[in-house]
Nanobody, 125 residues
Framework: QVQLVESGGGLVQAGGSLRLSCVGS????????MGWFRQAPGKEREFAAA????????DYADSVRGRFTISRDNAKNTLYLQMGDLKPEDTAIYYC??????????????????WGQGTQVTVSS
């Protein structure tokens, strides 16, 4: 079982950038499909991005495609989300998650087995 801890959230102005990190412990993230999800106030958790075991394949929600980039460094046991051109509607708690069974990247939160505690991202207009 892997434990996940996110960091890098904060307050940023619209148009700005942030990079989120998610460090795994107690296991290697190399064995997992990894994803980023987010939950805005009063809304359900939604998919943002996911990446394959080797980092060669990724998927993005339409709302973030072209602005966000997901990547991973398996040697450092770390997942990243580079966020650019941030908008107020990107304000949410961002969670990283690990899927231990899937072979391909997926958007369904129910497929992910392990979750971090989340990091707050607030974008001001």
């Amino acid at each position: 079982q892997v434990q996940l801890v996110e960091s890098g959230g904060g307050l940023v102005q619209a148009g700005g950038s942030l990079r989120l990190s998610c460090v795994g412990s107690g296991g290697t993230i190399r064995n997992y499909i990894m994803g980023w999800f987010r939950q805005a106030p009063g809304k359900e958790r939604e998919f943002a991005a996911a990446i394959s075991h080797d980092g060669n394949s990724a998927d993005y929600a339409d709302s973030v495609r072209g602005r966000f980039t997901i990547s991973r460094d398996n040697a450092k046991n770390t997942l990243y989300l580079q966020m650019g051109d941030l908008k107020p509607e990107d304000t949410a708690i961002y969670y990283c998650a690990a899927d231990r069974l899937s072979f391909y990247v997926g958007r369904d939160a129910n497929s992910y087995d392990y979750w971090g505690q989340g990091t707050q991202v607030t974008v001001s207009s």
